[in-house]
């Protein structure tokens, strides 16, 4: 399964529900992303009110979350961007460094 991570800043009518209703915010999206497939790795809130999280599954399904959660009206400015991992790196350095002498840069 591929991972994400997921961002989003809580628009101020949340910040008033969740003020006046104290309540765990990870029930709530596990429920969202298990009709999705997809795994909550972690969820953390910024300082800054961002909503910042790490998800696994595909990305029909990460497409899929990023509307639910803009219709939603709870929060802005989301953002689903794949990551990978420190192997992955390595492994795209490994071909990069196998292919550098194959290409003649434009300004050569």
């Known amino acids: 399964m591929a991972q994400f991570m997921v961002t989003a800043a809580y628009t101020d009518s949340a910040f008033a529900g969740m ?4 309540h ?3 029930e709530a999206i ?8 997809m795994n909550l790795e972690s969820l953390h809130m910024t300082l800054g009110g961002k909503l910042f999280m790490v998800v696994s599954g595909s990305a029909e399904a990460a497409g899929s979350l990023m509307i639910v959660a803009g219709a939603s009206g ?3 400015d989301i953002t689903v961007d794949e990551v990978f ?10 071909s990069a460094s196998a292919v550098m002498g194959a290409y003649k840069p434009a300004n050569a």
């Open 74 to 76: 709870s929060v802005t």
């Open 30 to 37: 596990g429920k969202i992303l298990s009709a999705l497939n």
């Open 24 to 26: 765990n915010r990870e």
């Open 85 to 94: 991992s420190a192997a992955d790196q390595v492994d795209w350095m490994q």
């Open 19 to 22: 003020a006046n209703n104290p």
